[in-house]
């Protein structure tokens, strides 16, 4: 069933991307409450952290349990540099990306040569560590108390009050990640990358620089998870180290696998779905947690790989231009 | 006629195993060189040794004149080493073009000024693809190239890795067992288009098995035993050399 | 002083490191990271603290059901979940998330019908204490380490020693060459699965008699830190779980003394990255081989 979706997905790509495109800019005109905007926008952002997870997590295929960590320190930084010191958005935006970058950094190097569960553990870990630093380093981050009454985001002296404009916000940012992430993919680096997750050694037998590739990859997602960190604390104007557990790097990664790993339409989907599916629930808050975990329990029994963890919609499109040409050679002989 | 590899002296320990002892090698432009041995003579670690995938115990290993001993197998790779694995180690999540796609990553190198000129990127990934379905049409895989690599039948698997190592446009071509596995007519095919190759301008060493493919393609052999190198040179030598014909052939007459 | 915390240390350490043989066990047999290991340690408790309160029993009794009980939880994970994975050929990573999901479950499960407020658990092992030297020894540190010690020999005995071990190495050696012999995997795996439960059990009724108290965190508390002790000791490797957990506890009780409380698990969290670095495989690990 799956697969005949994504065939026809495929098959209708231009068409749906429009249709999504105006939807998702008509939206805020749509609904017009401030609950649903909210879930939205939400939705957004865990969209965009799904999708720079992906590139770490079912690209280069090193499965991080600590994905929050990075989420943290955007948004931590652009929470300090913007309340302490005055910065405007677009620059705590970019030094949260370049700060929370640097920590990737600093995590590939002893995640180089660690394989499967060490790296799972010292993803984890890593999530502990940053957090144990933020609930004690109280002079910078104000302890489990929060930063609050950060400032909002602002443009050129406007500031922006309403969800519809934050709504618009996370639109571009995850626009402007998917792009890159996607641009990545389909490039030499790309094709680094995936070689690399299939097979280290084959890789460096093709000319591949394995270990810079996967510093690389390693950065980037942790710099687009540093963006979206930004927008985080600027939206709501607080944070506190409760928002950035394992827990929450548990659920990002989950959301990665429900939609299948390696595929950023289903990073989308298991995104909306696991942001939603909550809400949804809301009415017996008490079994949503239960029923998240039985969902994903089920799910991996019918689909291990995720819902469109076995899809690859470049193959499909490939092989489907392929047989037109094919079909269409036939027709004129 | 320039020397494209030169193994010095190659000693291979692990623990206390010798798995190399003091191989001397040359491999020189547009030949066909083979190296047999039964099993457990060291081939394949002499393959890790000239690739980098380890790096000799002792001994000097250079191409065309420049030290590598002790390179990474990437940098090797880049420098024009291109091999293809004996157990094959193709991209299992990966189309048959895109395996071989993989293989450009050395071609498609971009100078740090082109990065800089939008489209070149571009301009370079089209080539590469369209160099990349030349080298699959004249292996007969062009009608199989959207299919996934490992779905295909093992010789056809054994094709693709080769295709995958010549993307690299290599200086040298080291085949790992090219024929294991194939059947009498698809090995025949498989010789043909090495010959193919060298005619081409490739440089080719091979590890394999089959005596009579070996014998038939082969400008030179090395014969390996026990880690030790015991005899080199043309098929005919080999074929009549009694060190050799204890050591190996024996077994069959 | 220093010798008060390297006792408190040993204590909370054997814990860990009971809880970590469970964990290195299913792993050692199925490549698995087992999520839910964290959850039948507080599951464990749970019941104890259940069976005793509403029903009066005796308490050991009570004990003795839920370790009975836990282990079978344990075994409903394999058998209806990571059984069924096993036999699609699924990859590892999704018996990983199953059990990431089944933790969910338990933990939520708990939350649900126990409430999320703390409650307190009475001490049955509290027979006083000992003092040696400057030193104050409770007979709940020295039985917790009693127990700890029986178990880990028992069941080093189990595996290094018996057939049932053989069995579990064989499979974790190639699972279908292991069939082929005639080794019944799955109830060697199943077998696998309840003990840990059973360790975990034990440890986490011991551990809630030592605190005096239970709460719906103490799971989520202890995952990472038995995960880090197994893999601290080299995963797959029972001597380096032990020595992991208890390498864990006493850093962890002496960093807290000396150093900083709010800082004990990223002290000692960053010690495990450090020998992760140094020693990739653990401190017993072995050396994985890549053949090319």
Same mark, same amino acid.
């Given at each position: ?10 098959r ?8 999504t ?14 609950y ?32 929050a960590?990075?989420?943290?320190i ?20 970019l ?36 957090? !144990? ?30 969800q519809?404009?934050?709504?618009? !916000? ?9 792009f890159i992430?996607?641009?990545?993919i389909?490039?030499?680096?790309? /094709?680094a ?19 810079? /590739? ?5 950065v ?11 927008? /985080?604390?600027?939206?709501?104007? /607080?944070?506190?180290?409760s ?51 039985a969902?994903?329990?089920v799910?991996?029994? !019918? ?24 079909a ?6 | ?53 380890y790096c ?5 290993v250079?191409?065309?004149?420049t ?13 024009g ?11 299992p999540k ?9 293989g ?32 699959l ?50 090995t025949e ?27 038939n393609?082969?400008?030179?052999l ?25 050591a ?6 | ?6 006792v ?35 599951? %464990?408790?749970?019941?104890?603290f ?20 836990? %282990? ?18 699924a ?17 939520n ?5 126990? %409430? ?15 003092y040696?030297g400057s030193a104050v ?9 009693i ?23 064989a499979?974790?050696?190639n ?12 109830k060697i ?6 003990i ?31 995960f880090?002790?197994?893999?601290? %000791? ?52 072995k ?6």
């Amino acid at each position: 069933m799956i697969e005949k979706l994504s065939t026809w997905l495929v098959r209708y790509k231009r068409t749906l991307l429009i249709i999504t495109a105006l939807l998702a800019v008509l939206f805020p005109w749509i609904f017009s409450s401030k609950y649903v905007l909210r879930i939205a926008i939400l939705c957004l952002m865990y969209c965009m952290l799904c999708v720079s997870l992906n590139l770490m997590a079912g690209v280069l295929g090193q499965i991080s349990f600590g994905h929050a960590a990075f989420w943290g320190i955007g948004a931590y930084t652009a929470a300090i540099l913007s309340k302490n010191y005055g910065w405007n958005g677009i620059a705590a935006l970019l030094m949260a990306a370049v700060i929370a970058g640097l920590f990737g950094l600093l995590l590939s190097l002893p995640v180089m040569h660690l394989k499967g569960y060490y790296f799972t553990i010292v993803t984890m870990v890593f999530c502990q560590i940053i957090r !144990v630093i933020e609930i004690n380093w109280m002079s910078l981050t104000n302890g489990p108390l929060g930063i609050m009454a950060i400032p909002k985001l602002s443009f050129f002296g406007v500031t922006l009050k309403s969800q519809r404009a934050y709504f618009y !916000v996370i639109l571009f940012l995850l626009a402007a990640a998917t792009f890159i992430v996607r641009k990545i993919i389909h490039s030499r680096m790309g /094709y680094a990358i995936l070689a690399i997750r299939d097979d280290e050694l084959a890789a460096g037998a093709m000319g591949i620089h394995v270990f810079k /590739y996967k510093v690389y990859a390693i950065v980037i997602s942790s710099m687009l998870a540093g963006a979206a960190g930004c927008f /985080y604390s600027l939206y709501t104007s /607080y944070i506190d180290p409760s928002c950035f557990t394992n827990a929450i790097s548990n659920n990002i990664l989950v959301m990665v696998i429900f939609g299948g790993l390696g595929n950023i339409f289903g990073s989308f989907f298991g995104a909306t779905v696991l942001t939603i599916l909550p809400e949804v629930l809301r009415g017996f808050s008490e079994y949503r947690q239960l029923v998240y975990g039985a969902l994903l329990v089920v799910l991996m029994l !019918v689909r291990p790989d995720g819902l469109f963890g076995s899809v690859n919609f470049k193959y499909i499109e490939q092989r489907l231009a392929w047989k037109k040409e094919k079909a269409g050679g036939d027709g004129h002989e | 006629m320039s020397e494209v590899l030169c193994a010095e002296n190659i000693t291979q320990r692990f623990g206390g195993l010798d798995a190399l002892k003091n191989v001397t090698m040359h491999v020189n432009e547009g030949e066909i060189i083979g190296v047999i041995g039964p099993n457990g003579a060291g081939k394949t670690t002499l393959f890790n040794c000239i690739t980098g995938m380890y790096c000799p115990t002792e001994g000097k290993v250079s191409m065309l004149g420049t030290d590598i001993t002790g390179w990474k197998p990437y940098e090797i790779t880049a420098h024009g080493f291109a091999r293809t694995f004996q157990n094959i180690r193709l991209f299992p999540k990966m189309t048959v073009l895109d395996n071989v796609m993989v293989g450009m990553h050395v071609q498609t190198k971009l100078s740090a000024r082109e990065w800089f000129l939008p489209g070149k990127a571009k301009i370079a990934m089209d080539t590469a693809i369209g160099r990349a379905e030349e080298l699959l049409k004249l292996f007969g895989l062009y009608e199989n190239r959207f299919e996934m690599a490992t779905s295909l039948p093992y010789g056809d698997q054994r094709k693709v890795e080769i295709v995958r190592a010549l993307a690299i446009q290599p200086k040298l071509l080291l085949l790992d067992e090219p024929a294991a596995g194939m059947n009498g007519a698809e090995t025949e095919e498989l010789g043909k288009l090495v010959h193919d190759l060298r005619n081409m301008g490739n440089t080719i060493l091979l590890i394999e098995h089959d005596m009579r493919f070996v014998m038939n393609i082969c400008d030179r052999l090395y014969v390996l035993n026990d880690g030790a190198l015991i005899a080199d040179g043309t098929p005919e030598e080999i074929r009549t050399n009694p060190i050799v014909i204890e050591a190996y052939l024996g077994k069959d007459e | 002083m220093l010798v008060q915390q390297i006792v408190n240390g040993f204590t909370i350490g054997s814990v860990y490191a009971l809880v970590a043989i469970g964990f290195t066990m299913v792993f050692g047999v199925l490549e698995l990271t087992n999520f839910s290991n964290s959850s039948l340690y507080m599951f %464990g408790a749970y019941i104890t603290f259940l069976f005793y309160t509403a029903t009066g029993i005796h308490f050991f009794l009570a004990f003795g059901i839920s370790i009975v009980l836990t %282990g079978l939880l344990g075994y409903g994970i394999d058998r209806f979940a990571l059984r069924q994975l096993r036999k699609k050929k699924a990859p590892k990573l999704s018996g990983l998330i199953t059990t990431l999901g089944m933790s969910m479950v338990v933990d939520n499960a708990i939350m649900v019908f126990f %409430g999320t407020d703390s409650k307190s658990f009475e001490n049955f092992l509290d027979f006083g204490k000992i003092y040696i030297g400057s030193a104050v020894v409770t007979w709940t540190q020295i039985i917790i380490l009693i127990a700890a010690c029986i178990l880990m020999i028992t069941l080093s005995v189990i595996t290094y020693r018996m057939k049932i071990g053989k069995a579990m190495g064989a499979i974790a050696q190639n699972q279908d060459a292991a069939k082929l012999m005639g080794i019944d995997t799955d109830k060697i795996i199943s077998l696998t699965f309840i003990i840990s439960g059973f360790l975990a059990c034990i440890a986490g009724t011991m551990v809630a008699m030592y605190y005096r108290s239970i709460d719906t965190a103490m799971g989520s508390s202890i995952g990472i830190k038995i995960f880090a002790a197994a893999v601290l %000791g080299g995963v797959g490797v029972l001597p380096g779980a032990v020595v992991g957990g208890l390498v864990l506890g006493i850093v962890e009780t002496i960093v807290s003394a000396y150093i900083s409380t709010g800082y004990r698990d990223a002290i000692s969290f960053s010690i495990l990255i450090l020998v992760l670095l140094v020693m990739p495989n653990g401190l017993f690990g072995k050396k994985a081989i890549n053949k090319v």
